[in-house]
């Protein structure tokens, strides 16, 4: 009851914008509330500067705290409302997008981070498996006991390909790493993350990354000076001193795409079977960073350029430039350089990609193997 | 190595379950005059969002502690009203305490998203004890006072409870309030003193998390722990000395749910607190005779004079 209020309430205040002719009406529908400071806070920025790209083409309305499997009574609302656009940002919509969009075939759909689709309905996603990586060249460069900590949510193939990638490049420049990997078994746990952290800290881990909904990890780590990377949103305030990096989404970059795909009539009710957007640093969908157009905390600088290697593709190089190298590599195309690249072999010795193989988006999505260096528990690993 | 394992799953638990602590403790006293309340939860939000507010404001953490607290008493004035006054279904009535703190919160918390608290309680270190070889540092360097202080209340209010005239009245209330009516005592209001006490403790212990355990608000952080202070409270069977104990072991499966999620399934161990507390809820009725082990007997009962 208190949601549907709420989302009533919101909705009346963001639909009470300019009245135009006929502009195109696009609704977003979040998750949690655009207060999480995480995943819905993040597309709402998306929506913001949607909106300010297209002025009066557009209006965009949102509803915030919507519960999963409720969510087809409020697609039937903002269909009434007159929405030609429909986004619907968690995965867990999709049951609802996909029934909804047979009853409203007129009625565009996107279903973020979302699996399957349908004449009318796309799917989006931003993927921080790249920035992870990069992350990771960092970590490892920062570690002096060669121990990293990971607090994650859940072991799914989204949040199995970002422990991956980190590990991937803490091995690349310390081949000792280890990743010790701890699981929330939930999106939002404030004390869990914590206890996590803590957890983490006792075990030797002494640079900390995360994927779960919380600044509790970039404040826990800085209790004991432990620097430690920002997700999602810049969390560079709960810590400056602590903060090296991050991972830093860009949704408006999809949602500008799509909506002018949509203007323009490229992308129509009855033509999105195909469209399916996995986003990549090359996109610029991703960045890497705590905070825009800084990738790696001034302060850490130094640090990281006293770290030489001898670099197998690069010869000698510090960590900074490797970093930086890295990114623009990853940022001209996946086919120049991709962490998980041919040859790979998991930890449990199988390999996974033979040399040369550019793994699809397709295996990107259904990846469930943990590569060498990480520890922990590990759902639905292969054999 | 089993050493240091164990050292610091106390630490841990001391540290998790301190609000825990804070807030089954008042729930004891609540339910031991005889009202439930189930709005822990959003009494404990409440004050973590004022207590956030007035110490960003003010840049005084221990402020922003009274204001939780007092938050916290306001929010359970307002149970007492419905469930003591009013006479409304104590379980009704706390659930939307509950409900009405966690949407408020939210909705008034919004602007104070995404921001630290810039001045937030800090460590203390506990004089002679920390010096002890090995345990010192590990048990009493890296805590709270309000851990401390909860351990210390926990005590003082067993003694009160168990030893004291108040105390007596309190009981007498929450057992049979027809007699301690007969007897003079203003059954309604030592309820209501009783539950506004617990809204103190549940404001302290949502303090507690936005201003020292995890320095900022976000909406929902309290995250069920308002929940499982209620399970403890039943767990310590209503008796402020087991819930020292309740707390530790509460404590303990939550850091070790973590610490050891590369041996043990971290659900089976997540799980513990509430078995257990399925499992005091079933000693309680099996020793039904037995004044020392079973709820108030007037629980969850509203009263008026001349009924019953």
Redesign the interface.
């Known amino acids: 009851m208190?949601t549907i209020l709420?989302a009533l309430l919101s909705l009346l205040v963001a639909s009470s914008a300019t009245a135009q002719d006929d502009p195109l009406k696009v609704a977003f529908i979040y998750v949690g509330?655009v207060?999480?400071?995480g995943f819905s806070?993040a597309h709402d920025l998306g929506r913001q500067a949607l909106q300010e790209h297209f002025g009066d083409q557009i209006e965009t309305v949102y509803v915030e705290s919507v519960p999963e499997p409720e969510v087809e009574p409020f697609i039937d609302q903002l269909v009434a409302d007159g929405a030609d656009v429909i986004f619907g940002t968690s995965f867990g919509f999709g049951d609802g997008i996909l029934a909804a969009a047979q009853r409203y075939p007129d009625v565009i759909f996107g279903w973020g981070t979302g699996i399957a689709r349908a004449p009318n309905v796309l799917t989006y996603m931003a993927d921080f498996y790249q920035v992870y990586y990069l992350n990771g060249l960092i970590a490892g460069a920062l570690s002096t006991s060669d121990t990293l900590g990971y607090v994650a949510a859940f072991p799914i193939p989204e949040v199995k390909r970002h422990i991956d990638g980190f590990a991937l490049g803490a091995r690349e420049v310390n081949p000792d790493a280890e990743v010790q990997v701890?699981?929330l078994?939930s999106w939002?746990?404030?004390?869990?993350a914590?206890?996590?952290t803590?957890?983490l800290m006792?075990?030797g881990a002494d640079v900390l990354a995360f994927t779960e909904d919380?600044?509790?990890v970039i404040?826990?780590a800085a209790e004991r000076g432990h620097p430690s990377f920002s997700h999602y949103?810049s969390m560079v305030?709960?810590?400056p001193e602590t903060v090296v990096s991050g991972q830093l989404v860009h949704w408006d970059t999809i949602y500008i795409d799509i909506v002018e795909k949509v203007l323009d009539g490229t992308y129509t009710s009855t033509n999105l079977e195909d469209v399916d957007y996995f986003w990549l640093l090359e996109h610029g969908a991703v960045e890497l960073g705590a905070e825009p157009g800084v990738p790696v905390a001034p302060a850490f600088i130094d640090d990281l350029e006293a770290v030489v290697l001898d670099h197998p593709e690069f010869g000698e190089i510090d960590v900074y430039d490797l970093v930086l190298r890295r990114n623009a590599q990853m940022t001209e195309g996946r086919e120049v350089f991709d962490p998980f690249a041919g040859p790979l072999v998991d930890r449990n010795g199988n390999e996974v990609y033979a040399e040369g193989y550019l793994p699809t988006i397709d295996d990107l999505v259904g990846l469930e193997f943990a590569v060498p260096g990480v520890?922990?528990?590990w759902d639905n690993e292969p054999e | 190595m089993e050493t240091a394992l164990v050292l610091s799953t106390i630490a841990r638990a001391l540290a998790f379950s301190t609000p825990l602590l804070w807030a089954a403790l008042g729930e004891i006293v609540a339910e031991r005059s005889g009202v439930v309340n189930l709005g822990v939860e959003g009494m404990m939000i409440l004050g973590a969002l004022t207590g956030f507010i007035v110490a960003q404001s003010s840049g005084d953490p221990w402020l922003g502690l009274v204001a939780a607290a007092a938050t916290g008493a306001a929010a359970a004035l307002l149970h007492a009203f419905f469930a003591v006054i009013l006479r409304a279904n104590q379980y009704v009535s706390g659930l939307a305490l509950t409900i009405f703190g966690l949407g408020l919160s939210g909705l008034i918390g919004r602007g104070w998203v995404g921001r630290p608290l810039r001045n937030a309680m800090e460590y203390v270190s506990l004089p002679f004890l920390v010096d002890i070889p090995v345990v010192g540092p590990v048990l009493f360097d890296h805590q709270y006072a309000l851990t401390w202080w909860g351990l210390i209340v926990a005590v003082a209010l067993w003694f009160v409870l168990q030893h004291t005239r108040i105390g007596l009245i309190v009981r007498t209330v929450g057992e049979n309030p027809a007699a301690a009516d007969a007897a003079g005592v203003p059954v309604l209001r030592v309820r209501i003193a009783a539950v506004v006490f617990g809204g103190v403790m549940a404001g302290i212990a949502g303090g507690f998390l936005s201003l020292a355990y995890r320095p900022s608000w976000g909406q929902g952080m309290t995250n069920g722990l308002g929940w499982i202070a209620l399970a403890m409270a039943i767990f310590a069977l209503w008796d402020p000395l087991r819930a020292i104990f309740a707390a530790l072991l509460f404590g303990a499966f939550f850091t070790l749910s973590f610490s050891l999620q590369d041996r043990f399934p971290p659900q089976l161990l997540t799980m513990m607190p509430y078995l257990f507390t399925i499992l005091a809820l079933t000693l309680t009725s099996l020793r039904k005779g037995d004044r020392s082990f079973g709820a108030p007997e007037a629980l969850g009962e509203p009263y008026a004079r001349g009924e019953r």
């Not at chain 1, 939002?188 to 869990?192: R, V």
Request: charged share 25%.
């Open positions: 208190r709420l509330p207060g999480d400071y806070y701890r699981w078994y939002f746990d404030p004390a869990g914590k206890e996590a803590e957890a006792a075990a919380t600044p509790t404040q826990t949103a305030e709960f810590s520890v922990g528990p």
